[in-house]
């Protein structure tokens, strides 16, 4: 199956998976992610698509317990697929083997997330907004939560004005008094959290 979803080309693929990419894409879809498992983006494929509120992040499992996996050359793989692929975020998630400390460097330049093990004990139980805090991207105006606070005076200042100027438009006084009444009280009752 093909679709075009938030301007990638998106082929789905029927295989199954492993577990550990079934364990990710869980993770992801309890913390509201609408997800994807084992899809072809741009022509590359994706062990788990993961988007919320037009953030698109990929995911790449590699779960190696016999034989030993070049974490470095997994990064640089993925950092120059990404470039086509073109995520807000890629996560590289290794499974039976440790990630050194000189991983994690090169993860941090390439803005490449690394997981281990004891990292996807940690984030599994993380809301959506923890877990765009954890992949770095609060920061950015485009990831904000537009949250809209309520007051409770000035929302009755402004339910009042609004059925004050219906009635007033044979009264111009009334009109002259509750127009800007309506303005003021509106922007004071539906104000942006900080």
């Known amino acids: 199956m093909v679709q075009i979803h938030s301007g990638l080309l998106i082929i789905m693929v ?13 993770i992801f879809r309890l913390a509201d992610f609408n997800t994807k498992r084992n899809v072809f983006i741009n022509g ?3 062990d788990v698509f993961a988007e919320l ?29 990404n470039k086509f692929i073109l995520a807000d975020k890629c996560i590289l998630v290794i499974y039976g083997q ?13 803005d490449i997330i690394l997981w281990d093990e004891k990292d996807l004990d ?21 990831y904000e939560k537009k949250n809209i606070k309520v ?31 309506l303005v003021i009280s509106g922007v004071l009752a539906f104000t942006k959290k900080n």
């Open 14 to 26: 029927t295989r199954r998976g492993t577990l550990l990419e079934k364990n990710v894409d869980k």
């Open 44 to 46: 590359y494929e994706v």
């Open 53 to 81: 509120e037009g953030v698109k992040i990929i995911i790449q499992c590699k779960q190696y317990e016999s034989a030993k996996l070049s974490v470095r050359d997994a990064l640089h793989q993925w950092d120059s697929k």
């Open 98 to 110: 440790d990630v050194n400390s000189g991983d994690r460097d090169i993860a941090k330049k390439l």
């Open 122 to 142: 940690r984030i599994e139980i993380l809301s959506s907004e923890k877990l765009l805090k954890e992949l770095n991207l609060t920061d950015n105006k485009k």
């Open 151 to 181: 007051s409770r005076v000035p929302l009755i200042v402004f339910i009042f004005s609004a059925i004050l100027l219906c009635a007033s438009f044979t009264q111009p006084l009334l009109t002259f008094i509750s127009l800007p009444a």
